[in-house]
């Protein structure tokens, strides 16, 4: 599974997305140890606030699958089909892949893409997200 693999899966979950209020639609996808994926996509609500992120609900579903610990990286990709900017996770996603990535004890791969595909970032979540609070400040 190569990174372009990778943000092919991502892209496919975004097919999925239920956006009817922003129409971003975003897909993510995770990468497991095993080589494993897991994908999700947004999942909005009249409430707006309960929304869901693509980010979160891929996460959920691995931990749901007892693969929490197990996350090696993630892809996400979203916007408009042309859209050349890359979708970068939102404060809250980083702080829930945070929780993957200090249990698992590694730093996690995320692969941001533009909605066309033209831009690709890739990134460590300890960037995205440094000096983070985390299961380790509670042991
Ligand atoms: N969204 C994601 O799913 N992931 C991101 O990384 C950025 C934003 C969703 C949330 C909401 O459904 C829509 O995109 C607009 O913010």
Known sequence: MTTTD??????DAAAHAYAPYSRFRVGAAIRLTDGRIV?????ENASYGLSLCAEAVALAKAN???DLLNVAEIAVIGGMPDGTAPVRPCGRCRQVLNEAAQRGGRDIVVHCSSGDGA????????DLLPLAFGPQDLA
Do not use: Q, V, Y
């Open 6 to 11: 990778l943000i092919a899966a991502a892209r």
């Open 39 to 43: 994908t999700g996509c947004n999942f």
């Open 64 to 66: 749901g699958d007892g």
């Open 119 to 126: 831009t690709i970032e890739r990134h460590l979540l300890s």
